[in-house]
Each structure stands twice: as C-alpha cells, then as structure tokens.
C-alpha cells in the first residue's frame, strides 16, 4: 500500500516510522546527515492533506545507528530538525519525533517495544490508543503496533 491511499478517517492521531515512510531507506546503511535523507515521493503532500484531518501526528522510529556510533545525536536532531522544518515549508507538521538509539531489543523504547508509544500517552494524556494508527513499512513496526493495542498499516 502506498502513504497516498491509506485512508486515515476515524483516527485523530497518526504514529509513522521515518525509514521507509517518510524517507528512502538507506540498504544496509543509514541516513547519517542530511545530504543523506531523501523525502519518499508524494509525501509531503499527503503530510499537509493528513494534517487537516488529523489532531497529532508523531514518528517513532528506531535509530541504531547512533548506538553503533555512526553518527551523533547531535546529526541525528539537526536531521529531524530539518525534515520538520520541510514538512512545515509544505504545510505540514510533525508534533514530536520519539526516536530510539539502543542496540539491543531488551530497551523497551526501541520498536516493537511499548517505551515510545508510553511515553507519547504520558506527554499527551488526552490521547487514547483507540484513536491511533501506526504507518510502517516493516514487520517490526506492525508488531509495535501490535504491542500497544493500536491498528498498524504496512506500507512499501
């Protein structure tokens, strides 16, 4: 399924990984700066369409590679930095990036771990896991889904 056709009525927040959704995966590799980071097509576009349609939308997403080293946490936030700045200069809006760095499955922030989808209820209380849909395009990401009680969409 393609981000375009995924009919988000009914939902009032939208949770979406980054890799693979909103930007091209780097195969065995990752998007360590942004010359790197390369919005998928359509996606800005369908961003400012869901905003009006929707109250909040988040990424969650994996980043190992600042646990590997690869890069810093410093290149990581000027990279969501400037993706949000982006999304907004389309008309869009991301209200937060929750984001995981560790290496290993055992840290329940990282996918398809509850850590980052708790910490999203306990900063915005008023949002209730009914009302959320997950965007991914991996099986982690359904099965994060999965895990918090919330309906997931795989997209390619």
């Not at 907004?88 to 995981?100: E, F």
């Not at 099986?139 to 997209?155: H, L, P, R, W, Y």
């Amino acid at each position: 399924m393609n981000l375009k056709d995924i009919d988000i009525s009914g939902y009032d927040t939208l949770l979406l990984d980054r890799d693979g959704v909103i930007n091209r995966l780097r195969p065995n590799d990752y998007v360590k700066c942004w010359d790197e980071f390369e919005f998928l097509p359509g996606v800005l576009e369908t961003l400012s369409k869901w905003n009006k349609q929707v109250k909040r939308i988040f990424i969650v997403t994996n980043q190992r590679g600042v646990g590997k080293g690869l890069m810093t946490e410093n290149d990581l936030s000027d990279i969501h930095k400037r993706m949000c700045d982006e999304i907004a200069h389309h008309g869009g809006h991301i209200d937060k990036v929750y984001y995981c760095t560790a290496l290993t499955e055992e840290d329940s922030r990282r996918k398809p771990g509850t850590g980052m989808f708790k910490e999203i209820l306990y900063e915005y209380p008023d949002i209730r896991p009914s009302d959320c849909l997950m965007i991914g395009d991996s099986d982690s990401d359904m099965k994060f889904a999965e895990n918090c009680g919330i309906k997931g969409i795989k997209v390619q």
